[in-house]
């Protein structure tokens, strides 16, 4: 994610007359480069292509390790548990970028403005970032117990009847989701309220003089601008959500039934439980490329608003 | 197109007291220039006037009409920045057109105003472009061709052409002054470059310290400095003051050099005053005060001379090619008609 950090990438760089050009490496050069591409080649080359050589063999616990070309592929294409997985996981990734997103951006403006005390609040607010998985699964699970969980309580304050939550294959997303946006919301805050600090002042000058609302304000100017940042804040979330994984496990495992098993979990259980290593490595590799191809779309669409980051 | 009238206006900045009292009639379709040093108070009074900024006491009105609790969408003004502060996400097109949407005006007509603008400045070509596409005069002709489509009752400029290198302030300045001669529009314009507002302004405001030292006409200020201060701030290179006494005929300076005056104004008399000549009244004469030479700058148009006069440094601008060198003993002499003194303790003109 090179492309995280805003930058006024105009690749238009004139090189300077004494730049090598771009391409140049003479073999003395090499030495200082080795060092990298064994690390990087180790740890991140070498597991893909031995990921990809085992999604193409048979290879489970027992039995002989043989080639099989794309069967476990073909196999993917008629697993219903696999596309439902699927299913799930993009509807969980949706809800979890769109409600941190809404609620993160809402609070950052809230807390860009002069309240009084906004240090300590801000300070308590993004507290549950720092929470580790499985404290947080614990105490929600609690949370959500249908006859002692607080949540009910909360609810029957209202006049709201008792919900099942995680307890009930049609609320279990919804409720995972908030989890997650409970947790998350404040790094998107943050992203956000980076954002709006970087904002400047005078465009706002001038809207006041044109005659700008301070709904029109935020629509016309304050929103265009910080589209980048709310980019960037979506490709974290997008890949967070996608690799989701221990806060689904530690509250659920998957149930109930498999109504909260989304690829990781699915992956899992046919990694670690029914040993079929060569299938796995196949929903592993579906799965990098999904989250590739989503990360890519979004660096394009950052990319395009470039526009925003030259000065003015 | 509307006057503008600053009444007994005063703004303070927690216990700072930025403008302490300042007083403007601007007429309707008038060219004014607020001028003065940095810090004196220009942006702040003029961002009073665009509604940028809370008034503490007085009166500002537009048209007739009392703006203190005006908002600054409602006083139908536009403003150009010294940042230029267009929006960046807009290109030159839409960062014009942006006030007329705001105001739900026909896409027609919101087309033909831009087109307009962009004729007369020249913009035609570039309204496709960022902001951040477009070189420093560019930005600054989007910035006023923003205020132009609004076709506001009043202009307001802050130091607009402070941001750009010698040669383009000085064509800009043209085409603003231009400008205005075409859509007569009142306009208000700051600046803390003297030059700019001699050559631009219809009326001058020159401010110190929160204060207005002094109004008029260009010129005016230039013959008639109401005090020191105006006759030091206007003018390049600026007045030559020379610290002294009145005395009957003639100024006597803290040196003992006496200087020919044309007429004594009788207050004066005796009086610890300033005695202030402009470079270009300074002529070389035999019957002059002696001085050394310390600088010889010729243009090619004009000589300036630095020579030292009662132990200070006076400078003559010298129409004719001289041939003196550094070091010289050259005598210099005042038109006693185009003196000018000033109260040594008030810094008030001394008048006949
Ligand atoms: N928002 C503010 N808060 C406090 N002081 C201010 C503020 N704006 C301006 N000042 C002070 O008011 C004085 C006049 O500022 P300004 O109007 O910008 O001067 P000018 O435009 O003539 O250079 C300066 O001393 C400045 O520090
Ligand atoms: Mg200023």
Redesign the interface.
Same mark, same amino acid.
């Given at each position: 994610m090179n492309t995280a950090v805003p930058s006024s990438s105009d690749g238009k760089k004139d090189a300077g007359p004494r730049q090598p050009k771009k391409g140049s490496l003479r073999p003395s050069h090499w030495p200082f480069i080795i060092p990298a591409l064994v690390v990087v080649g180790g740890v991140i080359v070498f597991p893909w292509i031995f990921t990809l050589w085992m999604s193409v063999n048979g290879w489970q616990i027992g039995v002989e390790q043989h080639f099989v070309g794309l069967t476990n592929y073909q196999r993917l294409l008629t697993d219903a548990r696999f596309i439902d997985s699927m299913g799930r996981t993009l509807s969980y990734t949706a809800l979890s970028v769109i409600a941190p997103l809404f609620l993160g951006t809402l609070a950052a403006l809230i807390f860009n403005t002069k309240l009084p005390g906004r240090g300590i609040l801000r300070g308590i607010f993004v507290m549950p970032m720092m929470a580790t998985p499985v404290a947080i699964a614990l105490v929600w699970t609690m949370m959500f117990h249908p006859q002692l969980g607080i949540l009910n309580y909360l609810l029957s304050l209202v006049g709201i009847g008792p919900q099942e939550w995680v307890f009930h294959p049609a609320t279990v997303i919804p409720s995972l989701v908030l989890v997650e946006t409970w947790q998350w919301t404040p790094l998107v805050m943050l992203i956000v309220l980076g954002g709006l600090a970087s904002l400047?002042a +005078?465009?706002y +000058? *001038? #809207? *006041? %003089? /044109?005659? #700008?609302?301070g709904w029109?304000k935020f629509r016309?100017?304050t929103f265009?601008?910080i589209i980048p940042f709310l980019l960037i804040a979506t490709m974290i979330r997008t890949i967070d959500a996608l690799k989701s994984f221990d806060i689904i496990y530690a509250i659920t495992q998957g149930g109930p039934g498999t109504a909260s098993e989304t690829i990781n979990l699915y992956l899992y259980s046919v990694a670690f439980t029914y040993y079929d290593v060569g299938y796995g490595s196949a929903i592993a590799v579906v799965f990098f490329i999904l989250i590739i191809a989503l990360s890519l779309l979004l660096i394009y669409l950052r990319q395009r608003t470039s526009? %925003?980051l030259? /000065? #003015? | 197109m509307a006057a503008v009238q600053i009444a007994d206006v005063r703004k303070t900045f927690g216990t700072t007291h930025v403008i302490r009292g300042v007083d403007v009639d601007i007429e309707d379709g008038e060219f004014v220039i607020l001028v003065g040093p940095s810090g004196c108070g220009k942006s702040t009074l003029l961002r009073m006037i665009?509604?940028?900024e809370s008034i503490t006491s007085g009166e500002i009105r537009i048209g007739n009409r009392v703006v203190n609790d005006v908002?600054? &969408?409602d006083?139908d003004?536009?403003?150009v920045?010294q940042?230029?502060? $267009?929006?960046?996400?807009m290109n030159v097109a839409d960062n014009m057109a942006?006030?007329l949407k $705001? &105001?739900n005006a026909p896409k027609s007509e919101i087309e033909t105003r831009i087109n307009r603008a962009a004729t007369i400045l020249g913009l035609t070509e570039l309204l496709d472009r960022?902001?951040?596409?477009l070189s420093g005069g560019q930005?600054q002709r989007v910035a006023m061709g923003?205020a132009i489509v609004?076709d506001p009752q009043v202009f307001l400029f802050d130091e607009p052409l402070s941001n750009l290198d010698a040669k383009l302030r000085v064509s800009m300045r043209a085409e603003i002054k231009d400008l205005h001669q075409r859509l007569k529009t009142t306009t208000v314009y700051v600046t803390h470059d003297q030059i700019e507002a001699m050559t631009m302004a219809e009326k001058i405001v020159v401010m110190h310290d929160g204060i207005v030292e002094q109004i008029g006409a260009p010129l005016e200020l230039y013959d008639h400095p109401a005090n020191l201060f105006v006759a030091c701030f206007i003018g390049s290179p600026s007045m030559n003051v020379l610290k002294g006494r009145v005395e009957l005929g003639e100024f006597i300076t803290a040196g003992g050099v006496r200087l020919p005056l044309e007429k004594t104004p009788p207050s004066a008399l005796g009086k610890p005053a300033v005695y202030g000549v402009r470079p270009e009244h300074l002529k070389l004469s035999a019957d002059g005060v002696p001085g050394k030479v310390l600088v010889i700058e010729p243009t090619g148009s004009e000589t300036q001379v630095v020579v030292e006069v009662d132990g200070q440094p006076i400078t003559c601008l010298l129409r004719e090619r001289v041939a003196i060198q550094r070091g010289d003993t050259i005598s210099v002499r005042a038109d006693p008609a185009l003196v000018h003194l000033f109260d040594a303790e008030t810094g008030k003109r001394l008048t006949d």
């Open positions: 400047p +005078e465009p +000058e *001038s #809207a *006041s %003089l /044109d005659g #700008a609302s029109q016309f100017i265009p601008m526009w %925003l030259g /000065d #003015a | 665009a509604g940028l908002p600054p &969408k006083r003004i536009a403003m920045f940042n230029y502060a $267009l929006y960046p996400h942006f006030s $705001l &105001k960022y902001p951040r596409q930005r923003r609004r």
